[in-house]
């Protein structure tokens, strides 16, 4: 599982980096040669999608996301679970049907292409629906192995935080 994670994290940080490299390389050549790199524009907006879901995919499995903690803070450890679970499974609910509709996308997408390469955008998106499968998929993981951490918890709680 640690090998799929950091692959995961991986491809989300190559595409970063892909997009920071693609928009300075523009930017250089722009003010040193008076021309764009082409597709510099369609490229970047692509691979940052594909970076958002795959950063989704991670930020879902590791619970890193930022959340407001002022109700979970002053929750005993079985709580705390149970709220984590219940975030994580409506997360669950929203990215299944996104990950759905970003396959229709890609189905849909025919032959267009970006306008100066002419790339075919189907490679973008089809990467992008990986990436949005994957946080699906991640989100079902996590809930499966809070699950089983909860089932292991002592029956009492402690006291909530502040009393």
């Not at 970047?44 to 930022?66: E, N, P, Q, V």
């Not at 890609?106 to 189907?122: H, I, N, R, Y």
């Not at 993981?141 to 292991?152: D, E, G, K, L, Y």
Request: contains cysteine; charged residues 15%; proline residues 4%.
């Amino acid at each position: 599982m640690k090998k799929l994670l950091d692959a995961t994290e991986s491809v989300a940080a190559f595409f970063l980096l892909a997009i920071c490299a693609l928009t300075a390389t523009n930017v250089v050549v722009r003010n040193v040669m008076s021309v764009q790199v082409p597709d510099w524009y369609d490229g970047s907006r692509l691979l940052l999608g594909i970076a958002i879901f795959w950063g989704i995919a991670i930020a879902t499995y590791r619970g890193g996301h930022i959340c407001v903690d002022a109700l979970w803070e002053y929750l005993g450890p079985r709580n705390r679970v149970r709220v984590d679970m219940l975030a994580t499974t409506l997360t669950f609910a929203f990215l299944c049907p996104l990950a759905w509709m970003v396959w229709v996308k890609v189905g849909g997408t025919g032959e267009q292409a970006t306008s100066d390469l002419l790339l075919p955008m189907k490679w973008f998106y089809t990467v992008s629906a990986v990436g949005a499968t994957a946080a699906a998929i991640l989100s079902t993981v996590r809930v499966i192995q809070m699950w089983r951490n909860s089932t292991a918890l002592p029956e009492q709680e402690e006291a909530p935080h502040g009393a």
